[in-house]
């Protein structure tokens, strides 16, 4: 178990997205409430991955924002091996409804999971002191509730995945992860309410959904000429390539310097190019293959348009096994398209050797893209619904856990009621490939949404009621 270092994020700076009237209550409310509701405390955060998903970048944006009110926090990372991941992923999947690999959640899986869990707990208990608050993400270190209940923390469980109406298969998941929550955690946290299994009590509940933070370099606003310039140097567009310079997460100067590993057929599409993209995980749930089918088969626009699929660079990503097969298929599907074809779709893995870099690639993939999709089977949040909606983007979406929170359908985007209509998908498409006044009305709409309830300071907000809640309970911890 490793420390992350955590960069302080200056709250006062959401005036520069928000308002001066909204960066005042923060300065006048929020930071005076942190710091008597947790005086003295320390929130030491456990998860399984530093970058490469939504949940780390949450908690590097969400953390900062309050170290800068006042309170003490610490970031752990838990070690694994691959048994275990492979497990983990398991119990992710059964969350989402899905029976993922197949393979069992039976005494033996309790055992490599048990054994993870019991080289980490050390590193634990020695972060916590009595009345800190232990709050653990997700299936991973789950079982390390007992060890921070038992160094006398104030335990909470953060789960960001899930599924609205629980099937077979969260059934299982859920009952070999309760004997490691329920006798020790204090309170649940989900991203959505509907996620939580009925055996939670409903005054140990809550829902808080993800925030984005607007200056992060994923989401900072990019000038036109430097989105195209760092496609172009990482080969995702045919332009000018003249600076590929942003902001990093700690203030500095940085670079585009390294390129995406591609799969296309012929060259890179033009800067006038429209580009439908989706940025995700390789993971059998997001549904790549069917965004892929949904393009090629019921896209119907008058001229050219592009698809790019884009994932993590799949050898970075230790935390899910499933990718090297999930990028697989898509390559051998592409490879079955005719080549006519194949030169309106690319395949592209980000580099992800500076999560920095990344983010800039991502941020000037989004800003380029006349549409973004999360055409996701199950999802718990989505964030990047939320960074495409922020930079003001027509976004398609599936109607499916906490998307269904930040898109209104025809109002702030599109939804596809059924995840798996692919014709419903490739209509949504062409509408706004055909009709640019209304793709850009809905994203007018959208970033004016986005920024009024999916920012990081109305989280902390809803973080603050959650755990003063707890230290007024349980203070004598």
């Not at 930071?31 to 929130?43: F, V, Y």
Request: glycine share 10%.
């Amino acid at each position: 178990m490793h420390d992350v270092r955590v960069l302080r994020r200056p709250l006062r700076r959401f005036a520069e997205v928000a308002g001066e009237e909204r960066a005042a209550f923060i300065v006048d409310q929020l930071e005076p409430q942190a710091a008597a509701a947790l005086d003295d405390r320390t929130i030491v955060n456990v998860n399984s991955t530093a970058s490469g998903g939504g949940v780390a970048e949450m908690l590097r944006v969400l953390l900062g924002y309050v170290v800068d009110a006042g309170v003490e926090v610490r970031w752990l990372v838990m070690e694994g091996d691959r048994p275990f991941f492979v497990l983990t992923k398991r119990i992710h999947n059964h969350l989402y409804g899905s029976p993922g690999d197949g393979g069992p959640l039976g005494p033996a899986e309790h055992e490599v999971y048990q054994e993870i869990l019991r080289s980490q707990a050390d590193g634990l208990a020695e972060a916590l002191q009595p009345g800190d608050i232990a709050l653990i993400h997700d299936p991973q270190p789950a079982g390390l509730a007992e060890t921070a209940a038992s160094a006398g923390a104030i335990v909470v469980w953060r789960c960001h995945v899930g599924l609205d109406e629980q099937n077979e298969n969260s059934d299982v998941a859920w009952e070999f992860l309760r004997p490691y929550l329920e006798p020790h955690v204090d309170h649940y946290v989900f991203s959505r309410r509907e996620f939580a299994p009925a055996w939670i009590p409903e005054d140990r509940l809550s829902a808080i959904p993800p925030s984005i933070d607007p200056f992060a370099p994923k989401n900072q606003e990019l000038a036109p000429e430097v989105v195209e310039s760092i496609l172009t140097h990482v080969g995702l567009v045919s332009g000018r390539e003249t600076d590929t310079r942003f902001e990093k997460d700690d203030g500095e100067p940085g670079r585009v310097e390294r390129v995406c590993d591609i799969v296309r057929s012929g060259p890179a599409p033009g800067p006038d190019v429209p580009v439908v993209t989706q940025v995700s995980r390789w993971d059998p749930i997001k549904d790549m293959l069917g965004v892929m089918r949904g393009f090629v088969e019921h896209v119907d626009a008058p001229g050219p348009a592009h698809l790019v699929l884009a994932g993590p660079s799949v050898a970075a990503v230790s935390d899910d096994p499933e990718g090297a097969q999930v990028l697989e298929d898509c390559r051998r599907a592409w490879e079955d398209l005719p080549e006519s074809v194949q030169q309106t779709v690319t395949l592209a893995c980000l580099p992800m050797d500076d999560v920095d870099e990344n983010a800039a690639i991502v941020n000037a993939l989004q800003r380029h893209s006349s549409v973004v999709t999360q055409k996701s089977l199950a999802e718990g949040f989505g964030l990047t619904v939320s960074e495409a909606l922020l930079k003001g983007r027509a976004v398609v979406a599936s109607a499916v856990g906490g998307i269904v929170d930040q898109v209104v359908d025809g109002e702030t985007g599109l939804l596809v009621r059924e995840p798996s209509d692919l014709a419903e998908f490739g209509g949504h498409l062409t509408r706004l490939l055909t009709d640019p006044d209304l793709a850009s009305r809905l994203g007018e709409a959208a970033r004016e949404a986005t920024v009024a309830g999916f920012l990081g300071d109305t989280q902390l907000e809803r973080w603050l009621g959650v755990l003063g809640s707890l230290v007024d309970t349980d203070g004598s911890r």
